[in-house]
Structures are given as C-alpha cells and as structure tokens.
C-alpha cells in the first residue's frame, strides 16, 4: 500500500520509502517509519494532497506520496 | 556600528522568528547581503540588561542544516566558518512548543556544531491552550542549555530572554545527544586530522556541504572528495541514519519531558477554514477576488500618495531652477538626477502596498494554500506553485518579485519564473497604456457597462499572463534541468497577521528597492540627459545662430521660441542622431524617429516614455501635464502625408513593443545579481526583444 492510494480521511503507518532522495527530505519534515500520516484533503485540480504528520499539515505532490509504503 | 555579543536566530519557518527579531530589534535594523550570495542578511541591535550591545542576526528559516534552496545554505555556512566576520558566538534556537518533536531536529544539528547555544520556547499561549504540558526544567536540565519559555506575539519572556542572552556561557555546555562519528567512523575522523577539525560533527558536515562551502580552499574541498572516495561515503544515506537517529534520541526526550493530552482527532478551526478556502470551486473564486482586490488596492490607494510624491519632486525642480544659476551643473542635477530620482520614488507606494498585501498573505498562511491548489496548473507549463507569487507580484514590478523568487528550490523552475515574470503588466507600462489607449480608443460605454478603454486596459493585462505562460511552457521544453522537482511543503495553521511583521517587511522592501534600483535609474538618467542635451560637432550652435535671425526673435514669443530652439536641439542631439539611426529599423513597426528616440529613452525604465514625448513634442513639464501630451500628440501630424501620426496601428504596435520589450534596466540588474550570470539577462533581453518586434510587427500590419 502507497500514501498515494490512501483517500481523504484515512490513515496509515509509514513503513518505508522506495526513493533514497525523496525519503531524506521527508523524514527530516518527521515523516519518518513509525509514524502515522491522515491524509487531510486533495488540491482542487486533484494534486498534490495534504497530509497530517506529528501533529501538522504537509503538502507533497502524488507522485512523491508514491514512494512511501505504508504498513 | 560596534557589537559585544554577537547573536543568531536559527529557527523552522513558521516559529515566529521573524517576529521574535522584530521584539528584539525594533526599527533597529537593515537588509543587507551575506558576502557572495544573494542571500538578505537582517541584522539588527538590541540593548542587554547588563548594558551591552547584541548585534542580532536573522537567519533564513530552515528545517535542517543540510540546506535544501540557496537560503538555506546560508545557515550553516554562517554557523560553521570560524573566519567569518559574521560567525555568532551565541546561537538562540527559536522552538514552536506546540511542535517540539520536527523543532528539535535543526536543534540537535545545530547544538551538535558545539557553539554556545540557548533556546526560546516560542508559542508557549498555544502550547497551554493545546493542553501540551512541557516539564521546561528537566527539558533544559536534560539538553544542558537555558531554556526560556517566550511568547513572541504577546511580547512575554522577553525580558527573561535577554538576561538569558547577557549570562550565556562563552563555551559550549550542551549535552551531547548521538554518536555522529559512529555513522561515518573514519572519514570524520581522516577530515577531522586532515583539516584540524576537533568537532567530529563540523567534518561530518564538511563531507556533505563541501562542495558548495566558499570557506573551503579548492584544495580543501578536493581531498574531502577523494577521502569520501576512498571510505565509499554515500551522503543522503548518511544524512538519513543522521535523521533517524536524531529522531529516536528526540522521542526518548519527549517522553520524559512533555505530556500531551490523548485526544480524538477533532475539527480543528484551521481545517474548517480550508475547507473553503481549498474549496473546489470556493477555493478559486475566493482566490482571484483576493487577487482583483489586491490589484484595485495597489492602484487606487496608491493613486493619492504617487500623486503628492510627484507634485514634490516638480516642486523640488521648480525651485531648484529658481535657485540655482542655470548652466549645466544644475541642468544636470535638477533635470538628470532628480528627474531620475522621482522616477523611482514615485513608485514606492505600490510597492509598498504590494509588500503589505504580500506578508499579510504570508502571515496568514494563505498563500502556501495558493501554491498547493496552483501547482499542478503551474507544473503543466514548467513552473511550480510558488511561482504564482512572483507572477502576481510581476503586476506590480518585476524587481521584488524576482527577489522573491529565491524560495523555489528546483533550479529550472526558478529559471523560467525569473525569465518570464517580466512580461506580466507591471506598473511602469501604466502610464504608458493609458496615454496610448486615450489616444486612440474612443472613451464610451458598450453594453452599458464596459467602458471601452477600460476594457482595452483589462485586455492588456489578461494578454501580458497569457504570454507569460505561453513564454514559460516554451522554456520548460527548451531548458535541460539538473535536479528532480518536488513539492514537499508545510501548510501552516491560519493565523491572524501580525500587524508590526506587515509594517516592517513595508519599510524594509521599500528601503531596499529606491537604494538597489536607485543607483541604477539614476545613472541611466544622467547618460540619458547628457545624449538629450549635447550634440555631435557644433550642430547646437548652429541652431542658436539660426533662431537668433530676427525673423524668428521678432516675430515669435519668447515662448514658443525657447521651444522651438528645444525641440531643434533634441532633433540634433545624440539621442536624435541615434532615433534617426533607428528610424528604419522601426519604420516597419509604424514609428518614426520621435518614437525610436523614446524607444531607448525607455530602455531605461518604462515610464520614461511619457517623459520624453513630453520632451520630443516639446511641452514644457512632465507625465503630470497628461494632458497637454495628449493634446499634443493627439494633433501631430505626419509631415509629408498630413495624417495623424498616432493611428490605432500605430498606437497598438506600440503597446505590443512595450508589453513585450526589456525595457527596465534595474531588471536587467536584478537578473544578473540573482542568477550570478550575464548570460541570463542576456538571453532574457534577447527573447523580449525579438517577440516585442514582431509582435508590434503583425499589430501594425493588422490594424493598418
């Protein structure tokens, strides 16, 4: 399972990242394997999405959502 | 001026750093530039209890120190350069207490480089009201540093803050949080023997950030290189073991140090407000009624403050010339650089309300909400979502927004959005639109409402977006980029703007607009007066010889002849000699000489146009007697034909030239200091060259 493929409103636990590049600069914003992410809403034209991590609101385009398996 | 204690602020962004500087500095401060970088360096001063002075560096906001955009990097190069003159011997680390756990990350990497250290417990009121419990002295007992809990907002701990800043040690006390050498054992140790780096986590970093450090010697920088060959060091697995790593250490911190309430996910206050504001539909309409507000704000608010701005500046002139002796000096003064210098200053209201209205969206967190609903939009045609804010800011002028193009971190992005904000209407071509389309496009209602000038006006700025995002999808297919894109980006909790950040961030733009772009227009207004007012051999001469014949001084008025003698002069002058070098270069377009010489008068800055119109149709005065311009271009005549010069080909070949041209030279300067290349504004005055002239081209033979 993907964060891409999650819907607006539900949640997952981040597992692991495919992506070395990608998966620095998100766990350094405290997404990191362990943690839960919620997806918050969907921009209007359909990407990027909002997610809830830590306690705040991170933006990332789909395909960066992508690279995160959640358990 | 003298400092005894050097201090930075290194924070995340959306801490309330800006604000804390703000408490700290007051009026007390100045923009200006790190020493080979881009970067604005903030640097303000305070008053300690204990009488000495804090010199106060703001640092860009950053969530790490490995640096992600070209700000970024500025914080650790500060931080590590023992030689730099800017090198703080106290570092106060601002934390957001409702969002410990991401805030203590940048701590860590920063307490780690063994600098003194204290932190600013900021947004503590939100804390309590999250009914987040933070036990402050084991937090600071455990880390080893002063930790002061502040509110930055409600200007509390302030004082606390300060005897905090006045007592702190002059040596590194922190406790050391995770084994850094253990993630590259012996590269850290080969640069630290190499380089005589005692801090195993600065020569861990080194390996990172060696190749853009500018304290590195070239040959410095290479051995790093061969030495992480040689121990096979991968930095982005490094920095992610450094990460989580960090994380863990941060987790068993937290759970010592601060209880949180186990609540249900509710609706917060933030998520009901995004709900319409990102709102499918909502969200787009809310959005350009903000923009269209924002846009009736800059020119009617304006409209009064540029006016009084302007009368002064001819005031100024007035009795200068009455003053002073008349001669070349004080023509050269009053006529070349004043003139210049109200050409700039006349634009500081805009700019101002533009920069309010800017940091009000800022501050509010809306416009990080504009990026995420633009981006896919802006993705299609080579930009990104945070080029909307250079793009709306292009309406007002192009030289702040391209500074602010600085927060886009993918390099071909930030490219195309320097390279095309240009073109947006900014508000020097104002003044020359209304004039021209006065001229030309008759001043009634169609359907009742739509006033027809109105109309052509509103055209004009539709067009200018519509070729920037044209121009901008023909670079994203041109233009090779080195880096992947992406858009990882905090959306901020909606907070009501903070009125002292808006008025500040006013003063300071301003303040650096009329000294950056003032240089610039100056110079070129004082070339230009010297190409206006002499001519090649003794072709002055000759037409005072000629005007003094007495059929000219019997039977004109003193008047009219000083005019005709003016307007012979300009004829003669360099800059005449060169319109009629132009003249059939442009003819195609349907100008004629008097228009090539304000052609390149305009190269200057736009809003020269009606300047020197005013001049070439020799009508004493300048854009504040509108209407006598009007008047007088409105009745010229083409010589050997007998029909009016302006036409409606004529006038919108020129509005095309100006929509299009690179007629801005403190532009050109900007360009060239944010891209450290000649080659950018050298390409960029190419492009807008050649689409201007064929664009004012097809108007001209369409409407002919």
Redesign the interface.
């Known amino acids: 399972m993907r964060l891409s493929q999650l819907e607006v409103g539900e949640k997952g636990i981040v597992k692991e990242f495919t992506d070395l590049e990608m998966s620095v600069k998100l766990m350094e914003m405290g997404c990191l394997p362990g943690e839960e992410i919620r997806v918050e809403r969907i921009a209007p034209l359909g990407d990027p999405i909002a997610i809830n991590v830590s306690g705040y609101q991170l933006s990332l385009r789909k395909r960066e959502a992508f690279t995160i398996v959640l358990q | 001026m003298k400092a005894d204690i050097r201090v930075a602020l290194v924070g995340n962004p959306n801490t309330g750093k800006s604000t804390l500087f703000n408490v700290l500095t007051g009026l007390n401060q100045k923009i200006g530039n790190f020493p080979g970088v881009t970067v604005d360096k903030k640097v303000g001063y305070c008053q300690l209890p204990d009488g000495r002075r804090a010199e106060i560096i703001d640092l860009p906001g950053t969530?790490?120190i490995?640096p992600?955009s070209q700000d970024e990097s500025i914080v650790f190069s500060v931080l590590a350069d023992k030689s730099n003159p800017h090198t703080p011997d106290l570092v106060v680390v601002i934390l957001d207490a409702?969002?410990l756990?991401?805030n203590l990350?940048l701590y860590l990497q920063v307490a780690d480089l063994k600098i003194p250290v204290v932190i600013a417990l900021n947004m503590m009121d939100l804390a309590k009201k999250a009914d987040i419990d933070i036990d402050v002295d084991l937090f600071a007992k455990k880390l080893g540093v002063p930790v002061v809990p502040i509110s930055a907002r409600k200007v509390d701990g302030i004082t606390p803050l300060k005897d905090a800043i006045s007592f702190a040690n002059k040596i590194a006390l922190q406790e050391d949080s995770i084994d850094v050498a253990s993630i590259a054992p012996q590269l850290v140790e080969s640069i630290g023997r190499e380089l005589n780096i005692d801090n195993p986590y600065l020569a861990l970093q080194l390996a990172h950030q060696h190749e853009t450090l500018t304290f590195l010697t070239p040959a410095q920088s290479e051995r790093v290189e061969e030495l992480e060959k040689e121990f096979s060091f991968n930095s982005?697995?490094a920095?992610?073991a450094e990460?989580?790593a960090r994380?863990s250490f941060i987790n068993d911190l937290l759970y010592d140090t601060v209880k949180k309430p186990v609540t249900a996910?509710d609706e917060t206050v933030?998520?009901k407000i995004?709900?319409v504001l990102?709102?499918?539909?909502f969200?787009?309409i809310i959005f350009f009624a903000v923009l269209m507000f924002m846009f009736q704000a800059i020119f009617s608010w304006s409209a009064f403050p540029m006016a009084l701005i302007a009368d002064g500046f001819v005031w100024i002139q007035d009795s200068l010339h009455h003053v002073l002796p008349s001669g070349p000096l004080t023509s050269l003064l009053v006529d070349g650089v004043i003139a210049g210098l109200s050409g700039v200053m006349v634009f500081i209201p805009q700019i101002a309300i533009l920069f309010a209205f800017i940091s009000i969206l800022e501050d509010t967190g809306y416009m990080?909400r504009v990026t995420?609903?633009m981006?896919?939009?802006m993705r299609k045609v080579g930009l990104n979502?945070k080029s909307v804010v250079p793009l709306i800011g292009g309406f007002a002028c192009a030289v702040p927004s391209i500074m602010s193009t600085r927060t886009i971190e993918n390099w071909k992005d930030r490219m195309i959005t320097i390279l095309v904000t240009p073109l947006v209407t900014c508000s020097a071509r104002l003044p020359v639109y209304t004039l021209l389309i006065a001229l030309v496009v008759p001043n009634r209602n169609i359907w009742w409402v739509f006033n027809l000038q109105g109309l052509a006006l509103t055209g004009m700025y539709i067009f200018s977006l519509i070729s920037a995002i044209v121009v901008a999808w023909v670079f994203k297919v041109i233009l090779k980029g080195k880096e992947?894109g992406?858009?990882?980006?905090?959306?901020?909790?909606y907070r009501m703007p903070r009125w002292n950040n808006v008025f500040y961030s006013m003063y300071e733009r301003s303040k650096s607009f009329v000294f950056q772009a003032g240089k610039v227009i100056i110079a070129v207004s004082v070339i230009l007066w010297v190409m206006a007012s002499y001519g090649p051999g003794d072709r002055f001469e000759k037409i005072d010889q000629h005007f003094s014949a007495p059929q000219y001084t019997k039977t004109m008025k003193p008047d009219d002849l000083d005019r005709a003698i003016a307007s012979a002069k300009l004829e003669n002058s360099y800059a005449g000699v060169l319109g009629h070098v132009i003249e059939p270069v442009i003819r195609p377009l349907g100008f004629d000489w008097k228009i090539g010489i304000a052609l390149i008068t305009s190269f200057a800055a736009r809003e020269v146009f009606v300047g020197t119109m005013a001049t070439i149709y020799s009508v004493n005065g300048s854009a504040e007697k509108m209407e006598s311009v009007y008047q007088k271009m409105h009745e010229a005549k083409n010589p050997k034909t007998g029909q009016p010069v302006f036409t409606l080909a004529v006038a919108f070949s020129l509005m095309m030239f100006y929509a299009f041209a690179m007629q801005c030279a403190s532009t050109v300067a900007v360009v060239y200091r944010e891209t450290k290349n000649w080659r950018w504004p050298a390409i960029q005055f190419a492009y807008m060259t050649v689409l201007a002239y064929v664009a004012s081209f097809i108007a001209y033979v369409v409407l002919k």
Do not use: A, C, W
């Open positions: 969530y790490s490995y992600k409702s969002n756990k991401r990350l982005q697995k920095q992610g990460t989580i994380y996910h933030s998520n995004d709900k990102t709102h499918k539909i969200g787009f990080s995420f609903m981006d896919k939009l979502g992947r992406y858009f990882i980006m905090e959306l901020p909790v």
